[in-house]
């Protein structure tokens, strides 16, 4: 799924609803067949991978990438475990499933943004989630390390990785193996469905309130807004 929405929309709140780090103030949830407040919630959280800007800022500089991605078995952000050597093999094999094992010895600190963000996507994997939440993965990118991130998560894919949730206020940074669209728009769905019948010109225009034109290639989407008068 694609969740595209301007600023205030609601895409945060809803995804910590959907990660279980948040409730809802009315309704109630079912993620994966389960209901939320009458299943085991620590169970669902490792069943849900997440991708954040915040959880890099709360790791060391000086960790390891294996030892990093070990950490997500275990939902841990800080030094305070002793990793064994099946950790770090286990780490090692999620960076392999994003041709990233030469990351394992390099300190998180030394790597570029791309580089990072290889490893936490890894780190998201590493417990084999059920759903993938990448929330603006691709946020402050270079554009050759966004392409490399997007051929990533669609050979993930292609591999027949987990259900993946991609969110971003770009629709030139969303995968060509999504499927489905979600817009929001002042907490509230716009439009939901097929990704091809949900993406378009018109609703891209109700989206962002500005005259949209989309385009597409691939399977990979282009959008240019002009400024209304």
């Not at 950790?87 to 010895?105: F, I, P, Q, S, T």
Request: hydrophobic share 40%; aromatic share 4%.
């Amino acid at each position: 799924w694609a969740i595209l929405g301007p600023n205030g929309a609601g895409k945060s709140s809803l995804l910590a609803i959907l990660a279980a780090y948040e409730w809802p103030t009315e309704g109630h949830i079912e993620v994966l067949g389960e209901t939320y407040g009458r299943c085991d919630m620590n169970a669902m959280k490792r069943r849900i991978g997440v991708v954040n800007a915040a959880i890099a800022r709360w790791l060391r500089p000086n960790a390891v990438g294996e030892e990093i991605v070990a950490s997500g078995r275990y939902a841990l952000l800080g030094p305070w475990r002793s990793y064994t050597d099946e950790d770090r093999e286990l780490g090692r094999k999620a960076l392999e499933r994003l041709h990233a094992e030469d990351l394992a010895g390099s300190r998180f600190g030394r790597l570029s943004q791309g580089e990072r963000q290889r490893i936490l996507i890894a780190r998201a994997l590493v417990s084999d989630p059920d759903i993938l939440i990448l929330d603006e993965a691709a946020i402050s990118l270079d554009p050759l390390a966004r392409e490399r991130l997007i051929a990533d998560i669609e050979s993930l894919h292609e591999r027949g990785g987990p259900t993946t949730i991609v969110v971003t206020h770009h629709v030139e940074e969303l995968p060509s193996t999504l499927t489905h669209a979600l817009l929001l728009k002042d907490g509230k769905a716009l439009a939901q469905g097929p990704i091809e019948e949900t993406l378009t010109s018109e609703k891209l225009s109700q989206l962002f309130d500005a005259p949209a034109t989309l385009t597409s290639e691939g399977g990979r989407y282009q959008l240019s807004l002009r400024l209304p008068r």
